[in-house]
């Protein structure tokens, strides 16, 4: 498959351009590490296109990732999927839909929410997992649409962040019963169009969902898909994702994702089967020893241990996992990891002697009373207090870690007794609360 901004940028980068235009290092040596890369960091000169009006070489190649998504349309993110989630938002408060989501929902999602001034009806998973993992009861989601007095918008996040992935097929099904739009937060899924058995959201039926391309493929942190399901949003999103977006996008990180074509064209189907095979192989081979959490191939989810724990012990081996709190760890593989990668996990895993979880007591979400809106209470005077002084406020500005990024008690709720207790298990000290 070709690579038309690849091709831009080395083209561009041989020749013994005066640049002058932005930016500011013109693409001279500078004494930073990144300098090898500089030369083909440029702006929307002449040929190069333009990312929120495309119709040259940056359409070319989001055409060529919409045929092997299988999508009506891809448009690359440069600001990851946090842009993609507020395009969708966007789009639903253009259409004036309700708002239905699972609780797990990253803060992306929530922070959107209340720039537009949403308002949110929150479907709380089964959890399992702590905070992480969930399932979704279907039959909550078609009561939530049946109390609709207008079209909704139903918003869930699967994989979630231990890999565990919704029925999207059957949720697709409700919605399209419904009239509803389906969201997919599939940050995490970028890959799963590609295996054995395909299992992407657009394929299962979602009419729009956003892939972080840097979580799962060969592609530079930040890069991301927004994945069109829907006719109806074609003409549409493109303008829509450029109310959010930065106006000067990256094109070393477009170049990443046009590159990402040609690896998801020539390379990933062959490299998605060892790898996958090689995680199941591992998880097999360690059955006896640990809890894998079940779900997509590529999230090692390992739960009823002391994850900080496993953390540090792993890091003795030079092995850095990708999350880790009181009860779990998260080790992400992906299609490029070799059998020598796998082969040093497996054999860290088998040495180590990990400490079970301090409980294993589940953590039941708190349903709690929404006193303001999200709007409302993320723009108020707020001060960051102690959890123990928190009991009976109302929280402001969502202030959670990322990774996970999956709030507690949200903007406008009251907090209680019960998410102070959650707040201290995941070692949470302070709260942001409205003055």
């Not at 892939?211 to 303008?239: C, E, F, W």
């Not at 640990?290 to 390992?302: L, Q, R």
């Amino acid at each position: 498959m070709n690579t038309p901004i690849c091709e831009f940028l080395e083209e561009y980068a041989k020749k013994d351009m005066l640049r002058m235009h932005m930016p500011g290092h013109k693409g001279k040596y500078t004494g930073s590490i990144i300098d090898d890369i500089l030369k083909y960091d440029i702006t929307e000169i002449k040929n190069a296109d333009s990312l929120f009006e495309a119709d040259g070489i940056i359409l070319e190649s989001e055409n060529n990732a919409a045929k092997l998504f299988g999508t009506y349309q891809s448009l690359f993110s440069a600001e990851g999927s946090t842009l993609a989630i507020q395009t969708m938002l966007g789009l639903m408060k253009s259409e004036n839909r309700r708002i239905i989501a699972a609780r797990n929902a990253h803060r992306a999602f929530l922070n959107a929410c209340a720039l537009l001034d949403l308002n949110v009806s929150w479907i709380y998973p089964q959890y399992n997992s702590g905070i992480l993992s969930g399932r979704i009861n279907i039959s909550d989601i078609e009561s939530e649409l049946k109390k609709s007095d207008r079209k909704s918008c139903v918003y869930i996040t699967s994989p979630d962040y231990l890999g565990n992935m919704a029925d999207i097929k059957s949720i697709s099904a409700l919605c399209r019963k419904y009239d509803a739009v389906l969201l997919v937060d599939n940050a995490h899924g970028a890959c799963l169009g590609f295996l054995e058995n395909p299992c992407h959201p657009i394929q299962l039926g979602a009419d729009m969902c956003c892939d972080s391309a840097h979580k799962m493929l060969p592609a530079l942190t930040g890069t991301a898909y927004l994945h069109i399901g829907n006719p109806a949003y074609v003409k549409k999103a493109r303008q829509m994702m450029s109310v959010f977006a930065s106006t000067s996008p990256s094109y070393i990180m477009l170049a990443s994702l046009d590159y990402c074509n040609r690896y998801i064209s020539e390379n990933i189907r062959n490299d998605i089967r060892k790898a996958a095979d090689s995680v199941r192989k591992l998880k097999n081979e360690l059955s006896f020893k640990y809890s894998f959490s079940d779900g997509e191939p590529f999230h090692i989810a390992i739960t009823g241990i002391n994850g900080n724990d496993m953390a540090e012990k792993l890091r003795k081996y030079d092995i850095e996992c990708e999350y880790s709190d009181f009860c779990c760890i998260v080790l992400l593989a992906s299609p490029v990891n070799s059998d020598n990668d796998f082969k040093r996990l497996k054999n860290a895993l088998y040495e180590i002697q990990p400490i079970k979880s301090v409980s294993d007591e589940k953590i039941i979400f708190p349903e709690l009373e929404q006193e303001i809106s999200l709007n409302q209470a993320l723009f108020a005077d707020f001060e960051e207090i102690s959890i123990e002084d928190a009991e009976g406020k109302i929280c402001a500005m969502v202030n959670v870690p990322c990774p996970p990024a999956i709030p507690i008690a949200v903007c406008g709720e009251r907090i209680t007794h019960e998410c102070i207790e959650i707040y201290r298990r995941y070692n949470i000290k302070t709260v942001n609360t409205v003055r």
